[in-house]
Nanobody, 114 residues
Framework: VQLQASGGGLVQAGGSLRLSCAAS????????MGWYRQAPGKQRELVAV???????TYTDSVKGRFTISRDNAKKMVYLQMNSLKPEDSAVYYC?????????WGKGTQVTVSS
């Protein structure tokens, strides 16, 4: 499984970004897909997860602002981030969980200026 995240960048507070993650592998549609983030000096944390059957989970700090979605035909997962705050600044990582195994892509940097 290979994961390629993109879409990060520099944005002002209140702005929006859309992250994309392209996945390889035949089991994508059966996988839980997630976005995690890691800020300098902090542990990596879960941001959002979308299960194979499309149920979603969000960390409290992003509820109502971020939306995770997936396109199984394209093997893509997205994270729409609105009303961004400086505390959302971090490296964002795409994750795939298949049969108890975790796969990670290289991160994409999101920087929100105040």
């Amino acid at each position: 499984v290979q994961l390629q995240a993109s879409g990060g960048g520099l944005v002002q507070a209140g702005g929006s970004l859309r992250l994309s993650c392209a996945a390889s592998g035949s089991a994508f549609s059966f996988s839980a897909m997630g976005w995690y983030r890691q800020a300098p000096g902090k542990q990596r944390e879960l941001v959002a997860v979308i299960q194979a059957r499309y149920s979603t989970t969000y960390t409290d700090s992003v509820k109502g602002r971020f939306t995770i979605s997936r396109d199984n035909a394209k093997k893509m997962v997205y994270l729409q981030m609105n009303s961004l705050k400086p505390e959302d600044s971090a490296v964002y990582y795409c994750n795939s969980r298949q049969m108890g195994m975790d796969y990670w892509g290289k991160g994409t940097q999101v920087t929100v200026s105040s």
